[in-house]
């Protein structure tokens, strides 16, 4: 599920949303109000329930090959998603929908590249939401592999020092981090 030219996308387990109306959500790292939407790009970052855990990583121009086969895979594409074991079965039955939103009403934030849309001003979508279907199925007609890992903190770390262009999203809510020993 992707936005067609001219639009944007918002993801909500929530399939009776009228109007979106700028807020400032808790955990925001700005005191801006706003309304948030996705364009193609970043659509796979919100392909799981909201408050499901994600490491994500992939290719970018700088990417050093040794990176990609450490932490994509050899032969396994360009982009990895990992979650844990225990949002798998919610991550398998969550029904998510897309909202259209008109893209003209949203800006690009996020530095030093977007990451996500945003508008200051309330919005109306386009039409109804859209059922998102499997978002197994979604992960893998995009060529997008999936990890079910015990629990994400390795991984991240793994990828957040690396040549590979990364996001984190609700990492809150992850199992603890291990304790190291030695």
Request: aromatic share 10%.
């Amino acid at each position: 599920m992707r936005p067609r030219p001219g639009q944007v996308l918002h993801f909500s387990e929530d399939p009776e949303i009228i109007r979106f109306v700028p807020h400032v959500a808790p955990t925001a790292q700005q005191r801006q109000a706003y309304v948030w939407a996705v364009s193609a790009d970043r659509c796979p970052d919100y392909w799981f329930p909201r408050q499901c855990p994600r490491a994500m990583a992939w290719a970018v121009p700088g990417t050093t090959d040794a990176d990609r086969e450490r932490i994509i895979g050899a032969g396994c594409g360009r982009r990895v998603h990992a979650i844990e074991y225990g949002w798998l079965e919610a991550f398998l039955t969550v029904r998510l929908y897309g909202y259209r939103l008109p893209a003209e009403k949203f800006v690009p934030i996020g530095e030093p590249v977007p990451n996500a849309m945003v508008a200051t001003e309330p919005v109306e979508p386009l039409g109804p939401p859209e059922p998102v279907g499997s978002l197994l199925r979604l992960h893998e007609e995009a060529g997008i592999q999936l990890r079910v890992l015990d629990n994400l903190w390795a991984f991240w770390d793994a990828v957040t020092t690396s040549s590979l262009g990364w996001s984190g999203i609700r990492l809150r809510n992850t199992r603890p981090r291990p304790a190291t020993t030695g």
